[in-house]
């Protein structure tokens, strides 16, 4: 048995190397959890909009949701105003 494994003793190199391996590793974890983040964000604030939909259309939509009243045809103003159509 090596002297170095039975005092617990860890050679330089190993050392550098899990230290590598720890910010690799936690860079990796960093970024992936931020970007799955961010997806997750998106999701729940399209799907908020989703559930209330029917409640932020006539805000959004109001001048598509209203109708004016529509004029008579022409035809028809001229018989209630007496005057017979023109060709």
């Known amino acids: ?4 494994v039975a005092t617990g ?3 330089v190199r190993a050392k550098c190397m899990r230290a590598v391996m720890h910010r690799l590793v936690l860079s990796w974890h960093r970024w992936t959890g931020l970007t799955i983040g961010l997806v997750l ?3 729940a604030a399209t799907g908020i909009l989703i559930s209330y939909r029917s409640r932020l259309e ?3 939509y109001r001048g598509l949701l209203c109708v004016r009243h529509a004029r ?3 035809r028809a103003r001229q018989r ?3 005057s ?3 060709r």
């Open 1 to 4: 048995m090596d002297a170095s």
């Open 9 to 11: 003793i860890v050679p």
């Open 41 to 43: 964000v998106f999701m």
């Open 58 to 60: 006539p805000a959004v």
């Open 72 to 74: 008579a045809p022409r």
């Open 80 to 82: 209630r105003a007496g």
């Open 84 to 86: 017979a159509p023109q």
